[in-house]
């Protein structure tokens, strides 16, 4: 008995991996050119950046693993240059995964110092109750910050910068200031719940933090690339941030008001107004959010700064 319920669990292992790998394979890579020289790449996982001009193509986050090949492909339609360098925006494996390939290729990765360290160490998410073993050497980012780094090619600045403890504890937001074109990584999902990884460090404070320091730096042609989710602007993140501040208030009076995490988690009309406008329309749901707001606002020694 008990072995055939291991065997039914080593199957449904295969069964799922296997259909993740055929989805992976089903999934092409979407170009889109988001001014002169940057273009977006749409696939399975995180929305990818890439700059081309003279002095080499410079990437922004890379997708799972299985995802490389097609990803190196869709850049080579763009650019004759190799892959000189390329960002992460925190250390999640729809972000890094392809990080071995592209290093194989010649890229240098960079990242802030905490993806480093994350990605070195196995690492346990309480909420999806999700292992995360250490990532080989390779896939390691072999350039690491603590605050800021900048790049200056294909004729632009481009700063990358780290924000405090918001979808994780090792963000960065990468600007090209001379194409005013901000990708945010996963501080913002534009049009859904948010997903912050509070085992990671991420809280909602700092995530609203990240979204003020992008308000200050955008205007209204700056071009903004979330971590997932279609192409945005100043408008909507602006329009973003503030359902989510209204939604972080809701949760915290409710909180004020004695309730446990059970009761939070039940409470559906603290995201009615934002369910309506299908917000938990994917993996985070709405009760999802709430249980992540509660677990944010009730942690301690939250540091924002
Ligand atoms: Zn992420």
């Given at each position: ?149 900048s790049f200056h090619l294909?004729?632009e600045d481009i700063f ?15 600007y090209f200031s001379g ?127």
């Amino acid at each position: 008995m008990k072995l055939q319920k291991l065997l039914l669990h080593i199957s449904a292992i295969i069964l799922f991996s296997c259909s993740t790998n055929a989805q992976n394979q089903d999934v092409p890579i979407t170009t889109t050119q988001v001014t002169d020289n940057i273009y977006m790449l749409e696939g399975r996982g995180g929305n990818i950046a890439v700059s081309i001009g003279e002095d080499g193509a410079f990437m922004v986050d890379d997708q799972y693993a299985n995802m490389s090949e097609k990803i190196l492909n869709a850049v080579k339609e763009i650019t004759d240059q190799p892959i000189k360098f390329l960002v992460n925006t925190h250390w999640h494996g729809d972000h890094t995964g392809g990080n071995e390939s592209m290093q194989k290729e010649g890229a240098i990765v960079v990242a802030h110092e905490n993806v480093r360290k994350r990605m070195s160490t196995e690492q346990f998410n309480k909420l999806w109750g999700r292992t995360t073993p250490p990532s080989p050497k390779e896939a390691l980012p072999i350039v690491t910050f603590s605050k800021d780094i900048s790049f200056h090619l294909n004729g632009e600045d481009i700063f990358v910068f780290h924000v405090h403890n918001a979808h994780t504890d090792g963000d960065a937001m990468v600007y090209f200031s001379g194409s005013n074109v901000l990708h945010m990584g996963d501080t913002f999902f534009n049009g859904k719940y948010p997903y912050i990884d509070i085992s990671a460090g991420g809280s909602i404070d700092g995530y609203l933090a990240a979204h003020r320091k992008a308000l200050l730096l955008a205007d209204d042609e700056t071009k903004i690339i979330p971590g997932h989710l279609k192409l945005s602007n100043k408008a909507e993140l602006q329009a973003y941030t503030e359902k989510l501040t209204k939604l972080r208030e809701n949760v915290e009076n409710a909180i004020a008001t004695g309730k446990t995490e059970q009761e939070i988690i039940d409470d559906v009309s603290l995201t009615k107004f934002l369910d309506e406008q299908d917000f938990g329309d994917w993996f985070i749901k709405p009760e999802v959010i709430r249980r992540i707001l509660y677990l944010s606002l009730t942690a301690k020694n939250q540091s924002t700064n």
